[in-house]
């Protein structure tokens, strides 16, 4: 069970989580949570406990040694953070888990057992997978949601997915049998780059957050770091002539192709991101 010193009471709070593992192509999705962790100064709210969930041959403990030169060891878990925002309208929890070995319906209802009690009134999953996208475009963002009228709303579709999920797809699905209204958003990143980190497709998914919940985000080194990261595949590309020519076919593929990204709606979106983020990251 998830132990609180005190359940603190939250205005219209909203739920935001990534799990590592399956759902995670090039850690995009975890890292968003990081991120956005640190961003909103997200003070711990939480942690379940890993021993009902976690098989530790699979996942292992680690060992690290903090500031002060002290050894910790850190089990695999989930952790709730809970980011109190002074200008915005909602209190956010933002959960930073790794997928389950086990118990995926208990973790999951404890999950939205705590979810219940803080009061959240709509969860996003965020996931990241793996594409056929060229590192030099937009990353492409897909969104759905559980109920028609929230796509509607929020600008994305319902989901029509039919195949393995992960425990990101098992907690939507368990949102849309409670009637707890949740929305899921995907990044999808090159196939050839997989490795983490991703930080274009972080990108992606904060902004894209930024967006559905209207709440600024301070983007601080994540910008530089996603240039810095297009740059170095860039290189990379030039060295093997082969994987040049697949990133120039992928190109071809995705410039013949309707951009959302260069609509007049995104760049209307993208203007008014950086108008709220004025008063954030701006003089």
């Known amino acids: 069970m998830i132990e609180f010193e005190s359940l603190p009471e939250l205005v219209d709070p909203v739920l935001v989580a990534a799990f590592e593992?399956?759902?995670?192509?090039?850690?995009?999705?975890?890292?968003?949570?990081?991120?956005?962790?640190?961003?909103?100064?997200?003070?711990?709210?939480?942690?379940?406990?890993?021993?009902?969930?976690?098989?530790?041959?699979v996942n292992r403990?680690?060992?690290?040694f903090d500031d002060s030169g002290v050894r910790r060891l850190?089990?695999?878990s989930t952790r709730l953070h809970v980011a109190r925002l002074p200008l915005a309208t909602r209190d956010i929890v933002l959960v930073h888990g790794v997928e389950p070995n086990m118990r995926w319906r208990q973790f999951t209802d404890e999950l939205l057992g705590v979810?219940?009690?803080?009061?959240?009134?709509?969860?996003?999953?965020l996931g990241a997978l793996l594409s056929d996208s060229p590192h030099t475009r937009p990353v492409p963002i897909t969104g759905t949601a559980t109920e028609p009228g929230l796509a509607r709303q929020l600008g994305v579709?319902?989901?029509?997915?039919?195949?393995?999920?992960?425990?990101?797809?098992?907690?939507?699905?368990?949102?849309?049998?409670?009637?707890l209204p949740a929305v899921s958003l995907w990044a999808a990143v090159p196939h050839y780059?997989?490795?983490a980190p991703s930080p274009k497709a972080t990108l992606a998914l904060v902004r894209r957050v930024e967006d559905l919940l209207d709440v600024p985000v301070p983007l601080g080194d994540l910008v530089e770091d996603a240039r810095a990261w297009e740059i170095?595949?860039?290189?990379?590309?030039?060295?093997?002539?082969?994987?040049?020519d697949y990133v120039r076919q992928l190109e071809e593929a995705r410039d013949t192709t309707d951009l959302p990204e260069a609509s007049g709606e995104a760049i209307a979106r993208e203007f008014e991101r950086y108008l709220r983020r004025r008063g954030v990251d701006g003089p």
């Open 21 to 57: 593992g399956w759902n995670d192509a090039g850690d995009a999705a975890s890292d968003a949570i990081d991120h956005l962790g640190d961003a909103w100064s997200a003070q711990p709210l939480g942690e379940m406990d890993s021993e009902d969930y976690y098989d530790y041959q």
């Open 61 to 64: 403990p680690t060992i690290s």
């Open 74 to 76: 850190t089990w695999p």
């Open 115 to 125: 979810s219940a009690d803080l009061g959240i009134t709509m969860v996003v999953t």
């Open 157 to 179: 579709e319902s989901s029509r997915y039919e195949g393995p999920t992960g425990i990101v797809g098992v907690l939507q699905e368990a949102c849309a049998r409670r009637g």
């Open 193 to 195: 780059v997989a490795q």
């Open 232 to 244: 170095g595949v860039d290189e990379l590309a030039a060295e093997d002539e082969e994987v040049a």
